[in-house]
């Protein structure tokens, strides 16, 4: 099983080939269009992410042991956004995920190319994604 940090130098690895912002949103967006679409049924207002522009819905279960996180959005840029997180996150345990410091946002240069909504709405799930890892910590 990955740690964080391995999965973060992962995308770091796979963007760093990249040098225009142009391949780079390419490359984001077609990791939104692997995202699993989530059931209508969990696209309901308590799975809405408050604070991004775009619509974002972000569901998590506990197994006892790991966190896993499934989530989409109606933007392409923003599904993708939500790829990463998945990638990093999901099947982690919930202290793991709190004491994680995502790094890979600023160091594939992701945080200085988004409009300040979509930085604002990453923000918001990446917020969301640790809440429930500390409500899940509870538990553990």
Not at 93 to 110: A, H, M, N, R, W
Request: aromatic share 8%; with cysteine; glycine share 4%.
């Amino acid at each position: 099983m990955p740690t964080i940090n391995e999965l973060q130098d992962e995308i770091i690895e796979d963007f760093s080939a990249l040098d225009d912002w142009m391949d780079r949103y390419a490359l984001i967006i077609d990791l939104g269009n692997t995202l699993e679409p989530l059931p209508e049924s969990d696209k309901t207002p308590t799975n809405i992410i408050e604070g991004c522009q775009s619509r974002v819905w972000i569901t998590a279960h506990f197994d006892g042991e790991r966190v896993h996180f499934r989530g989409e959005s109606d933007a392409i840029i923003v599904k993708g956004i939500v790829s990463l997180l998945l990638r990093v996150l999901d099947n982690q345990t919930p202290q793991d995920i709190l004491d994680s410091d995502l790094y890979f946002i600023k160091e594939i240069g992701l945080s200085e190319h988004l409009s300040p909504t979509r930085s604002n709405g990453l923000v918001s799930m990446l917020r969301q994604m640790r809440l429930f890892a500390a409500a899940f910590s509870s538990q553990s």
